[in-house]
Each structure stands twice: as structure tokens, then as C-alpha cells.
């Protein structure tokens, strides 16, 4: 792909972002981003779907929309999404524009991750025997401590 | 101009110390084909330039242009001409910045350039949004300039640039801190962000005795433009006991907020010794043993 039609090819999915909004009853919701800076993500996961919202930068909104329509469209797996590293990503988007903008280029990716891992550790507390509410009350402080 | 806009009020008439450093965007529009005139953008988003600019005006990213690739520092001197060299700019050439986010990155961009000591710079009061709002156009052309024959000095970082011993010397005698950061920043409610390795830091808060003054409370939000020099006294003096004699550091997390500050500071209310510290957070917060207060 030559850099103008990388370029248009962001700028489409900024402009018509895919599978932007949100998951009712997701297995995970995380956030992701830097007010202060401007670029916000949340990533929805439910039963291997992916869907987000955010503001911010036309790279990291474009990045967030790629990934969506990709995990969605090849169903990728955890695992796989786990094994998608920084240096792939990058390249995708084109080192043009996300070396320049690494943390945009990347918040996406992260958040997904972070998102699939919140999702595979809820199971493996409901295996070890905690119930929905018991996980709920368990990630609340886990969040209140993180603030 | 859509009927709704927000008006400005006269750049002169707004009492600033050097109010010749804002240009209005009617002045832009004015200029638009002056030769002695060159736009640079300077973005936050870095695909912002592409998707449509101010004609005539060319990009200058903070990344790309003006950072070190190696070091966390500036370019040098000579790759520093060469790439206003290359953007046209001759030692007659007026420099005017603009761009997204209230002008946080031209801001930025004008204090790095002051640091190479390069004069006749300008910022377009109210950024992109403004001229956006107004309806002016933007376009897509990347307009090429023939080669400029600017010369500029080795930068000083004596005057205008704070390292973190200097800070912490300031500290020591009870200088003038601002944070220009969130207040939550300010509070070290947040303290790393998912997934933003390179711009996070280990602890949160402040640095001891520093004010809280966000950035943007300098800007007008609805007009995107500087608010007037006794609206910006009421906010850095009367609430926050700042003089304009007083030596004075901002930071904010990387330096490029607190530019933004700094260029209030020093232009438009006429401080005498404000120095941006651009280490800021993500060196502060990062520093064993750094002293930290957090509310």
C-alpha cells in the first residue's frame, strides 16, 4: 500500500468508523486512553465480539476501527488477538504515520488486550467457584484501587 | 461565517504585553499569498495536516521535525536550518503557527522555535478550530516552497528551558511551580494509562507547592481564541499569586501543555522569567526519590 492510499484508507475509518458503539451486557468493558492528552477508548467484548466508542486523534480512532473490523471479520481468537504484537500493528497502520504516534497507534490494541484478559480472568474466577456478583464486587475494588 | 459564531474581540484592544505575537484569522486569510508569509501546522492528530489545512501553509510536526530521534532532546542546529530550510523560510520570513487542540502544539513549536533564537514568529489566535468554525477553507495541496536562506543561532536552553536540577533548585527556594495538567493529574488520581508505556509514569501527583492551572483555562472555549490580558491576570495572579516578576516553571507531562502556558505568560501578560520544564511528568514521576505531594 503507497502512503496516499494508506492515508486514505485511515482517514476512511476515522470518517466512517466500523462497529463503534456500545455492547449491551459485555463480558468486559475497559477503558483505555489519556484525557488529558485527548484519546479515549472503550473496548466492548461479548461472546468474541468487539465493538467501541472513543474521541480523540484520527490515528487512534482510525486503529480502534481497523481492529474491530478485523477481529470481527475473522473471528480471531483470544489467543490470537493476545499474540498480535506492537511491531505488527504498527506496521499495518504504516510506520509513516505510528512511529510518529506510537501510544495512538497502539491505545486500540492495548485496550483489547486488556479487555480479552478481563474476559479470561472472569471465567477462570466463575471456574474457581465465585459467582457474577462475586466477580463484580471483586473488580469494583480492583478498580478502586487502580484510581 | 455562520450566524452562530462566537465574536471576537479586537487583538489589540485585548491589553496583552505583546499582542503583535497573535495574528486573527482574517489576517491569515489577508496573507494567504503574501511571500513573506509562511504557515506551519503543528498537530496533536498527525494525519490532522492531511485531511485538510490552511492553504499555502506547510506541516512541521513535533515528532517527526522537531524531537531527537535518539535522544529525548531537540534537533541540533544544523538539522534544525535545514528543515526551515526546506519549508521556505528565509531570514525575512514571517513564521506563523496554527493548529488543533487551542494551539498546544503551535505553542509548542514556537517555543522550540525560540529556543534556535528565530524571530518574527506569530501564533493565529483561536487555531484551527477557529478558522474552521468561520468557514474558511482548507485544503488538501501540499503547496512546495523554493529553499529558504535562514540562518539560525545554537539553541540556548538557558532561558526558556527548565532540566530537572534547575527545577529542583527552583524548588529549593520556594520558586513558582505551575501544573498546566488535568486536575485529576494534579491529584495523581490518574496515574498510568493503560497501554501508554512510553508517556507513563511510575507515581502520581504534583511537585510540591506546585499551583494547578490548567492550560486551557488561558483559551476561550467557545471562540477558541486567548481570553483578554485582565481575564488571564484574575486567573495566574489574583487566584494563584503569580507576579510577572516572579521566576516561574511550568510543566505539564511532556512539555508541549505548558508551552501553551508559557506563551501566556510571557507574551500576553509579560512575565519576564517563565521557563517551560519539558521533562515534566513523565521524567519527574519517574525519578526515584523526586519529591511529590499529592493531595
Not at chain 1, 484520527?58 to 477481529?71: C, F, G, P, W, Y
Not at chain 2, 509548542?108 to 525560540?114: D, H, L, Q, T
Not at chain 2, 521524567?283 to 523526586?290: D, F, K, L
Request: a negative charge; hydrophobic letters at 35%.
Amino acid at each position: 500500500m503507497d502512503r496516499e492510499t494508506r492515508l486514505a484508507w485511515l482517514v476512511d475509518h476515522y470518517q466512517r468508523p466500523r462497529h463503534k458503539g456500545a455492547l449491551a451486557d459485555a463480558d468486559a468493558r475497559v477503558p483505555g486512553g489519556n484525557p488529558g492528552c485527548g484519546d479515549i477508548i472503550t473496548l466492548y467484548v461479548k461472546d468474541g465480539t468487539v465493538s467501541w466508542e472513543g474521541t480523540g486523534c484520527t490515528l487512534s480512532q482510525a486503529s480502534a476501527s481497523i481492529l474491530a473490523e478485523r477481529v470481527n471479520r475473522e473471528h480471531t481468537s483470544f489467543e490470537d488477538i493476545l499474540a498480535i504484537t506492537p511491531e505488527t500493528w504498527m506496521d499495518l497502520l504504516g510506520r509513516e504515520f505510528a512511529d510518529a504516534r506510537p501510544q495512538c497507534a497502539l491505545l486500540a490494541l492495548g485496550t483489547l488486550k486488556a479487555a480479552v484478559k478481563t474476559v479470561e480472568m472472569n471465567r477462570t474466577l466463575k471456574a474457581a467457584g465465585h459467582t457474577d456478583e462475586q466477580i463484580k464486587e471483586l473488580r469494583c475494588a480492583i478498580d478502586s484501587l487502580e484510581a | 461565517m455562520p450566524q452562530t459564531l462566537a465574536e471576537v474581540t479586537d487583538i489589540a484592544t485585548r491589553g496583552y504585553a505583546q499582542p503583535e505575537v497573535l495574528v486573527s484569522t482574517q489576517w491569515v486569510a489577508d496573507h494567504l499569498d503574501d511571500p513573506k508569509v509562511r504557515l506551519l501546522e503543528s498537530n496533536e492528530d498527525i494525519l490532522l495536516y492531511e485531511t485538510g489545512h490552511i492553504p499555502g501553509a506547510v506541516k512541521i510536526d513535533w515528532v517527526t521535525d522537531l524531537n531527537d530521534p535518539l535522544l529525548r532532546d531537540y534537533i541540533d542546529r544544523p538539522r534544525f536550518e535545514r528543515l526551515l530550510r526546506a519549508k521556505g523560510i528565509s531570514k525575512d520570513t514571517t513564521i506563523v503557527f496554527y493548529g488543533d487542540r487551542n494551539n498546544w502544539w503551535a505553542t509548542y513549536a514556537f517555543w522550540v522555535f525560540k529556543l534556535f533564537g528565530v524571530e518574527n514568529l506569530r501564533v493565529v489566535d483561536g487555531g484551527r478550530l477557529r478558522w474552521i468554525d468561520e468557514g474558511r477553507e482548507l485544503v488538501t495541496d501540499v503547496r512546495r516552497y523554493p529553499e529558504g536562506n535562514i540562518s539560525v543561532k545554537e539553541r540556548d536552553d538557558s532561558r526558556i528551558r527548565a532540566f530537572r536540577p534547575q527545577v529542583e533548585e527552583h524548588l529549593k527556594r520556594s520558586g513558582k511551580l505551575v501544573d498546566v495538567r488535568s486536575p485529576e493529574e494534579y491529584r495523581g488520581e490518574r496515574l498510568h494509562m493503560p497501554e501508554y508505556p512510553n508517556e507513563g509514569a511510575v507515581r502520581g501527583g504534583h511537585i510540591p507547592g506546585a499551583k494547578s492551572i490548567p492550560w486551557g483555562r488561558a483559551v476561550n472555549a467557545e471562540t477558541h481564541t486567548f481570553k483578554p490580558a485582565a481575564e488571564l491576570r484574575t486567573i495566574y495572579e489574583a487566584e494563584n499569586g503569580l507576579r510577572a516578576t516572579d521566576d516561574v516553571v511550568a510543566y505539564c507531562r511532556i512539555g508541549e501543555r505548558s508551552s501553551h502556558t508559557w506563551f501566556a505568560l510571557t507574551y500576553l501578560l509579560g512575565f519576564k522569567n517563565v521557563r517551560n520544564y519539558d521533562g515534566s511528568w513523565t521524567e519527574w514521576g519517574n525519578t526515584v526519590r523526586a519529591p511529590i505531594e499529592k493531595p
